[in-house]
């Protein structure tokens, strides 16, 4: 691979990517350096959120992962401006020719036929209804959703079809669809995971710029259980070595705040994720920065990231069993283990519309 040396253009406040890298598909790699000659970091445009849109030609994506408790996801989105800098969606944004770091939060790709086509796959005679998951890549409740309103016109779909749904995000604009989501969950088609890395208002900043704040999110958590809709709070990624002394601590807060189950997932680094993450810690925490990166090379086998089945999204070793027990003694303590009802799926019916033939019985 041929290298080429580039001068940085622009200032990236409110960014946790500190660099844009060539996705990994490009025979020209880029790399930014300083020859004297650009101008001051104050002279520099702000980089900016840009927006494109797709025409989806399917929008249910299926999965045979035996770590997912789904078969089938909806992505309303491509790239997220939420910018968390673990996210372990970046490395999908070089199948678009575009970078897993800066570009991954500020070139995004909207996907405004996504109810359409949604519709017309339900409405398909052979298939068959589980629950759709949304949000397990990129989070359907980014910014740029209270512009483009595409999660809303999905679960519009989703509850004329009376089709299940898990919801997962760290975006408090899921209240504005209360209406939408409260009669759902009557109906046993809805559940929801919030999900809260840290308690700390600056470490959140920091490592996830664009999210609400910690507490913004424990009052969604409240105001969705108050509407009746289920709510898991999700401490999740367990960044070692910098939130892992918040487990209980994040756990009794999601509790108090209404939640009915909970989850963990450890902190994972794959393909690009790993040298962005190690860049962003360096720069971040460098009193800490070789603890960290040693402990998450314990959870993995000795590697930033190990993707084997069964142990990428727990980990290995002594400190995940550790992390793990704590979890479990402080879950079961809290009633926060208790086995959630399946979501409904025998409710589903494909509602009539204008020219549709009846049924003769």
């Not at 996210?87 to 070139?107: I, Q």
């Not at 070692?240 to 209980?248: F, G, K, R």
Request: charged share 25%; hydrophobic share 35%; net charge positive.
């Amino acid at each position: 691979m041929t290298q080429r040396a580039i001068r940085p253009t622009y200032r990236t406040p409110g960014r946790a990517a500190r660099t844009n890298p060539e996705n990994r598909f490009d025979r020209l790699q880029s790399e930014a350096v300083d020859d004297g000659w650009q101008k001051q970091d104050n002279d520099m445009p702000v980089l900016r959120t840009e927006v494109s849109t797709e025409v989806a030609r399917s929008i249910i994506t299926r999965n045979t992962s035996p770590d997912l408790s789904f078969d089938r996801s909806i992505n309303p989105y491509r790239g997220c401006e939420h910018g968390c800098i673990y996210c372990f969606a970046r490395p999908s944004h070089a199948y678009l020719g575009l970078s897993p770091g800066l570009d991954f939060e500020t070139k995004l790709i909207a996907r405004p036929n996504a109810a359409a086509q949604l519709e017309k796959e339900l409405s398909a005679a052979s298939y068959i209804p589980r629950t759709i998951a949304i949000g397990t890549n990129t989070d359907a409740y980014q910014p740029i959703e209270k512009t483009y309103e595409i999660m809303r016109e999905i679960l519009g779909v989703l509850r004329d079809f009376n089709h299940p749904v898990g919801i997962v995000t760290k975006g408090t604009l899921i209240e504005r669809d209360l209406d939408i989501l409260a009669p759902m969950a009557e109906k046993g088609l809805v559940r929801v995971g919030i999900s809260i890395t840290t308690l700390d208002r600056e470490t959140s900043r920091a490592m996830e710029p664009r999210v609400p704040p910690p507490a913004a999110r424990l009052r969604t958590i409240r105001r969705l259980t108050q509407a009746g809709i289920p709510v898991r709070v999700m401490v999740s990624p367990i960044v070692p070595a910098l939130t892992d002394h918040e487990l209980e601590a994040i756990l009794v807060a999601g509790k108090e705040a209404g939640a009915v189950a909970a989850s963990s997932i450890v902190l994972r680094l794959p393909r690009e994720v790993s040298g962005l993450f190690r860049d962003w810690v360096t720069q971040t925490y460098p009193d800490r920065a070789d603890r960290i990166m040693a402990r998450v090379q314990e959870l993995h086998g000795g590697k930033d990231y190990d993707p084997a089945f069964g142990t990428r999204m727990t980990g290995q070793g002594a400190w995940a069993d550790l992390m793990r027990k704590r979890f479990n003694l402080c879950a079961k303590r809290l009633g926060l283990d208790q086995p959630q009802p399946s979501l409904r799926c025998d409710l589903f019916s494909r509602p009539v519309r204008i020219g549709d033939q009846l049924d003769l019985l």
